[in-house]
């Protein structure tokens, strides 16, 4: 349940029940006839459906819409076309992005955002809708900060790191792809009786591992957010052992250094002499059919995207929470920490005795 008051500020307030606090919108003036839409940063399932949805509401509402290539370098390099009712069909069920994403560093200097802003201006694009992760955000933020563009945010990522939403674009296609290859890998793990230990990725987030360790059965998950001393790992799996557990899966997140589920494997074999065996699931987690969770949040957070830019508002991110819209200031999103996943670990413990 959401109430707007109005006040002679330029701002625009909208108390959130379930955020359980005030969200002021920052606003504009712009009158908006042409859209752009881009994808930046990681790639994610969910992230076509979000695309649809942009330009299939703004269609609706009059709106001519350009679906921008490969992030920033396109809005650099002036590669946009025209994007149509027709040209969004047959996307919702793809995996990756339709309009291409990229890293494009050069956007971190003030001289070359201008460039982008002037290139939009040019063509007559009056508002921007950006589809990525927290850098992502930084660019978006910096655009309206700099150049007065209007620019709204959809968190899409499979890491679930972003603050002001319960679930990033992606995630739960990420966790379903994992999940799935953890019950192979406990298939050859119970007819050795071995130990597994699974990498998952997720950056600095353990949300990944958190929620594929819990669905998974897994023994123990590691997260960069709480340290797990070594000695913990090796006495449960011991304990473990002890209790006719013969194999066993350990879920770990990659952190700052993708492959170190190979040193945690050495370690083990050092001081327990434990033989663990290791997956790496790498980007087998980015691909794939995105699950109808993250095509229903594309949907929902597109549609709301396009909403919140024609009512005035800007810089702002587009979440869920319960079900339900939120949206949070773009600077606090990637300022802000999102929750640890600290309860499904601990659950995953308690659970796996
Ligand atoms: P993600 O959006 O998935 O977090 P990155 O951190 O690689 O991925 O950021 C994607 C892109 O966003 C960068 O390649 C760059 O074009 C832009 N970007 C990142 N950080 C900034 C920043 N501080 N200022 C302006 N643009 C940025």
Redesign the pocket.
């Known amino acids: 349940m959401r109430a707007f008051f109005l006040l002679p500020s330029p701002m625009l307030f909208c108390f959130d029940e379930k955020m359980d606090s005030f969200f002021k919108a920052t606003t504009h003036s712009a009158k908006i006839k042409q859209l752009a839409v881009l994808t ?3 790639d ?1 399932p969910g992230m076509n459906s979000a695309i649809r949805a942009v330009t299939r509401t703004a269609l609706q509402k009059g709106l001519t819409v350009f679906g921008v290539q490969s ?3 396109g809005l650099y390099h002036k590669k946009w076309t025209q994007l149509t009712a027709r040209s969004m069909a047959n996307i919702i069920q793809r995996g990756g992005t339709l309009l291409k ?9 003030a001289e070359v ?1 201008a460039v982008a802003a002037n290139n939009m201006k040019d063509l007559g694009l009056d508002a921007l809708v950006c589809i ?11 655009l309206w900060a700099e150049h007065q563009i209007p620019v709204v945010g959809i968190p ?2 499979i ?1 679930n790191d972003i603050y002001g939403t319960e679930k990033t674009l992606g995630f739960d296609t990420a966790v379903n792809t994992a999940m799935e290859a953890i019950d192979k890998i406990r298939d050859t793990a119970e007819s050795h009786d071995r130990v597994f230990i699974v990498e998952v990725m997720g950056r600095n987030s353990g949300h990944i591992a958190a929620q594929v360790g819990l669905a998974g059965g897994a023994e123990d998950v590691i997260v960069p957010e709480d340290f797990t001393p070594l000695d913990q790992i090796i006495k449960k799996i011991l304990d473990s052992k002890n209790k006719g557990k013969l194999s066993s899966i350990l879920v770990t997140a990659e952190g700052q250094k993708p492959g170190r589920a190979y040193d945690l494997a050495e370690q083990l074999r050092k001081r327990a002499n434990i033989d663990a065996k290791v997956v790496i699931l790498g980007h087998i987690q980015r691909g794939g059919t995105p699950t109808a969770t993250d095509r229903n949040l594309g949907s929902m957070m597109g549609n709301a995207a396009v909403e919140a830019l024609l009512t005035g508002e800007t810089d702002l991110m587009i979440g869920v929470r319960a079900g339900h819209i939120v949206k949070t200031h773009l600077h606090e999103s ?1 300022t802000l920490k999102q929750e640890p996943p600290t309860p499904l670990v601990q659950l995953t413990r308690t659970l796996s005795f």
């Open positions: 930046s940063g990681g994610a992030g920033y370098h994403t990229a890293r494009f560093t050069d956007f971190l200097k955002r990525g992760g927290d850098g992502s955000f930084r660019g978006a933020h910096a899409g990522t890491d990637y």
